[in-house]
């Protein structure tokens, strides 16, 4: 695959030119002649500079020279650029003047490089240190660095990079994909192609989410004079560690190699700056500008470490505005960190291969995290994202000035930093000194909106008549998240100043009872009260009152209850009986089960029933309220616009006698997902139900319906289950045979192998085993894969490879006793009795060896390997036409298996070892040949014990007859005779 440049389509010819009829320059719009019309774009830096075109035009002339002008620009300002980039602390800061310089021209930068997109690679490039002079750039536009959790190659990471190559030669270069290589910790990884075990990992950028086996990753590289090009590169079986490492990107052109230090690259892109707050420097705000990604997360994780380290523990980890938007892997990281800081100080684990939080950490908060949005007004326990630093500080602060003397508080709410007033005023207030009443009344103005909530919060601290009147003032109007603040405040207030003020507020009709404010009071305080201005209001609201106002009166038990439940029911809409059949039924209590059935009655004369109250009256057993219910669902089950599946099901859990002729009347009409669904819940209600049309699924030509029956009886894995799945399995065998003779797939056909593999058990293991010769060549593979993971799971494959082990160390004794063992544990593993017989054939002991084989024979009659072992018997005991009959009879239903033939191989051996024996040396090359042919056969199906094959007694004669012959069939190379001179 070529790794070329994109251009826009039809706008541009190979030379750069104009490929329309009339060709204009593109700079001053004029016509001209192709030749002539050359502007190009090359990069350079982070600027994308351009040549003049071969206009005679002025304006041409002097749009080159400014350009020129402009890439000459960057290389000054691009030191500074880095500068500012620089993450560690006390790192040199560019003037304000240059900042709004760079910061302009990066934005210029920005939308030239907009006008760009679709001819030229898109990716800013900036020139990393140490390549200012070379004629080949490097640079990333895109990376992610994973980490596989599942599968063979669990707790492998991986690098997928977008590798930026711009050609400062005049003379077109290409890199192949094998030139690129991965550095890291003096070890070094080619890159490669997308192993199976990585095609389903989904890859997480800014731009989007992939799956990894989509992206097309480049086999060369190629780039034309003064271009750029750019390209996807996978590097694979990366060592896993809880920190990123140490990586640098090395790519041979010709001779040379260049190279980019991967690790420095992305953490300049993160734009880190520290800055530490607070009394003895004890808070430390990272403040991120640029891009935060799964390689510089590493950067960030150390930079918080380095601040632990020197005795700040409390973070905030802050972005700027022009800090790109987190992936929602990053933001969940972030967030995992903070909230595991609040446990206490040790260290995260790893999530997802990012590296886990500074060990030793205190509270941490975020702030104005990009694209995630923050709801609550104010701070709550689970918190970890604020909406400014204001906020986030006062966070991790909550008990920093605990210990500081008052009079230095009062100086601090003055002097400190912006960022800080709000932490200091809510230390102070806790104190709640009398003479301090003042200024937090003052405060309580502030045009700082953190501290003028901080204030007013301090405020219910204090025992006096103006900061209730105050607090109460805000609270009644009900209208903005402060007043919600200072419903807070007064419902956390010790003072009952406080509440019996709002309560004589509302009384007197200076606000509503109703309102969001005064409810959080209300929910907080639950008296009796409140529950008596709720009961007054809720009696005069014309529409649904809150349901947080029903739950005060639910929670405290007002005696006038019932009165308002009849006048709800009477005017409410469905929406509030839903609601208030919730409220009753968490109360879980008889009197709220009561209330609850009332509800519930009332709203089944007009409306179905949802599960949770389905599940209520399979718990009550209220007949009255059944017969309601049955008479509703009924009813609905003739609409064919409702999920009636769903009601069907909904109908099961009650398991009234009735419902089984409801079920039969209405099952037919059903479409057939919600048969399904139906099947899914008769289990558990009906088995004799559920088995008549489980097996009426399993016959009908709907797949989806076969899929549903095939998961119900997977999850019933009664005898009767695998019955049903056995003769559907048979059924759909036969109708998948052709008139060719060539069976062909199907999806039910897979799903009944599936279904049957799930229970795994002996039954399933059997009967996978009749059926593997016999199924669709494409399925082959998925049944062998099967069988494989029920014997693993079977409770006798411990001792099996143990008693494998033994016998590779020739321990045979112990090898003896284990075999036993696992034949106790499991007597239905065909598997035991095969591994034996080839243990006892090792030991020469040919008549067990022959009764294991045939009661493997009789366990798993269709196992090639039966075959084998009854036919070497044969011929070791002078039957050697009856045992290369046998085996030749089995050899079209198992050409295609490896160790088949290899043990095919074998038998042929040890028949040419008999043949030598009697003297019949015709015989003897006959069966060496044939031998020679199962071995070659076998090695390139994929046999790979090759070192066993060399010592295999029952090969000893095959090698004794021709050894060349026998390497060569091994695939080894083998010296050629030298010619007679």
Known sequence: MMFEASRSRGSQGPDGGCRARRHRCRNCGRNARPPRCVLRRQRIGQVLAMKACDCSSAVCRG?????????????????????????????????????????????????????????????????????????????????????????????????????????????????????????IDDKSYPAGIVPSEYRSQAIETTEGRRILHTFRLASRLTAAPQRAVAGWVLFPGLPADERVPQMTLEVQVGKKVYRLDVTRYETQRLQLRTELLGPREAIGVLRIAGELNTVNVGALADAMQRLVDGGTRRLVVSFAPSASPL???????????????????????????????????????????????VGAEFASANQWAFRSEAEAVTAVAYDLFDYVPTAELRRMVQRADPRLRAA?????????????????????????????????????????????????????????????????AIAESPHPRFSQRLLQAVRGGAGRATSPAVLIVAQRLRTREWADVLFEALQKVPKDPPPEALSVLVAVGHPRLPELVDLLLERGTPL????????????????????????LKHYLRSHAPDSVMVSFLATVHDQEAIDLMLARLEGELNKTT???????????????????????????????????????VMRQFDSELFYEYAERALRNEDRSLVNMAVQALRYDGSDRAVELLYAALKRELAKTQSESGRRTSSASLSYLISGIGSIGDARARRVLSEIAPVVPANLRAYVATLLRSLRQQSPA??????????????????????????????????????????FRLLR?????????????GELDPHNGHVVTGLAIIAVRKGRVEEGLKRL????????????FLYNAACVYSRACEAAVAGGREDAARRYADRALRFLSDSVRRGFGDLDWAKEDPDLAALRRFDAVAFRRALGEQTPEKPSPK
């Not at 933001?331 to 040790?346: A, E, K």
Request: charged residues 25%.
């Open 424 to 488: 200091v005023v809510w230390a102070l207030g806790r104190r709640s000194e009398p003479g301090d009443l003042d200024l937090f009344l003052q405060l309580a103005k502030d045009p700082e909106q953190a501290v003028r909530w901080a204030a007013v919060r301090g405020l219910a601290w204090f025992d006096d008549q103006r900061a209730a009147e105050l607090l109460v003032s805000r609270t009644v109007r009900g209208i903005d998240a402060e007043s919600r603040v200072a419903a807070l």
């Open 797 to 838: 494959a411990f001792f099996l490879a143990q008693a494998l082990e033994a016998k590779r160390k020739k321990q045979w004794s112990k090898a003896e006793v284990l075999y036993r063992l696992a034949e106790q544990a499991d007597p239905d593993l065909s598997e035991v009795y095969l591994s034996r017989g080839e």
């Open 327 to 373: 992936t929602s892997q990053l933001r969940n990281w972030l967030m995992n960190v903070i909230q595991r800081s609040r446990r206490g100080p040790t260290q995260t684990r790893v999530i997802n291969g990012l590296p886990p939080g500074p060990a030793g950490l205190g509270p941490v908060a975020a702030a104005n995290v990009p694209g995630f949005t």
């Open 844 to 856: 020469d002991d040919l008549e067990s060896a022959e009764r294991d084989f045939r009661k493997a």
């Open 888 to 899: 030749e009879t089995a050899v079209p239903r198992y050409d295609e298996d490896a160790v």
């Open 642 to 680: 409702s999920n009636r599946g769903q009601l069907v099901a909904l109908l099961l859990q009650i398991g009234d006698q009735r419902l089984t002729g409801i079920v039969r009347r209405h099952y037919e009409k059903l479409r057939p997902y919600e048969r399904g669904t139906v099947l899914m």
């Open 63 to 183: 749009h080159g020279v400014a350009l020129s002008c402009l890439a000459a620009t960057v290389a000054v300002l691009w030191a500074g650029v880095v500068a500012a980039a620089d993450p560690r602390p006390g790192a040199s800061q560019p003037q304000n003047g240059a900042a709004r310089t760079i910061s302009k021209f990066l934005e210029a930068l920005k939308s030239f490089e907009r006008g760009l997109r679709g001819n030229q690679v898109t990716a800013k490039l900036p020139v990393p240190p140490g390549q200012e002079d070379s004629d080949i750039v490097l640079g990333l536009q895109q990376r992610y660095l994973g980490y596989v959790r599942y599968g063979i190659r669990v707790n492998e990471r991986y690098l997928l990079v977008q590798v930026v190559l711009l050609n400062r030669r005049d003379e077109l270069v290409t890199v192949r994909a094998a030139d690129i290589r991965l550095r």
């Open 576 to 599: 509030l009986h839903r609601t208030m059949f919730s409220l009753f039924r968490s109360q879980r209590s008889a009197e709220g089960d009561r209330m609850a059935l009332k509800v």
